[in-house]
């Protein structure tokens, strides 16, 4: 059974870093793209940034470019977003997921499989 699991969220202020952690068990890591999702309340779940299999190539959203960066270590099964410059608009539920092939994804039906998110919250 595939488990994923997010840690790393929490309170910082608009300017400030956090690093979300996602621990993932019950498939073979490498063979799968990851990605990382966020939902802000009263809106639609939407794609942040995407790493392939091997971690050779990524992808991020315009909106965090430059500012958020994807990284994995396959010998650990953890997939890492580390954020800095934060700003309010980031403040969202963020969701770790394992993609159904190896290269890189951004779309949700590319995913299969979803942790339970991670609270970031970005005050002014």
């Known amino acids: 059974q595939v488990q994923l699991v997010e840690s790393g969220g929490g309170l910082v202020q608009a300017g400030g870093s956090l690093r979300l952690s996602c621990a993932a068990s019950g498939r073979t890591f490498s063979d799968y793209a990851m990605g990382w999702f966020r939902q802000a309340p009263g809106k639609e779940r939407e794609f942040v940034a995407t790493?392939?299999?091997?971690?050779?190539?990524?992808r991020y959203d315009a909106s965090v470019k430059d500012r958020f960066t994807i990284s994995r270590d396959n010998a650990k099964n953890a997939l890492f977003l580390q954020m800095n410059n934060l700003k309010p608009e980031d403040t969202a539920v963020y969701y770790c997921?394992?993609?159904?092939?190896?290269?890189?994804?951004?779309?949700?039906?590319?995913?299969?499989?979803w942790g339970q998110g991670t609270q970031v919250t970005v005050s002014l």
């Open positions: 997921a394992s993609a159904q092939g190896t290269l890189t994804a951004t779309q949700i039906s590319e995913y299969r499989y």
């Open positions: 790493i392939s299999g091997r971690g050779l190539a990524w």
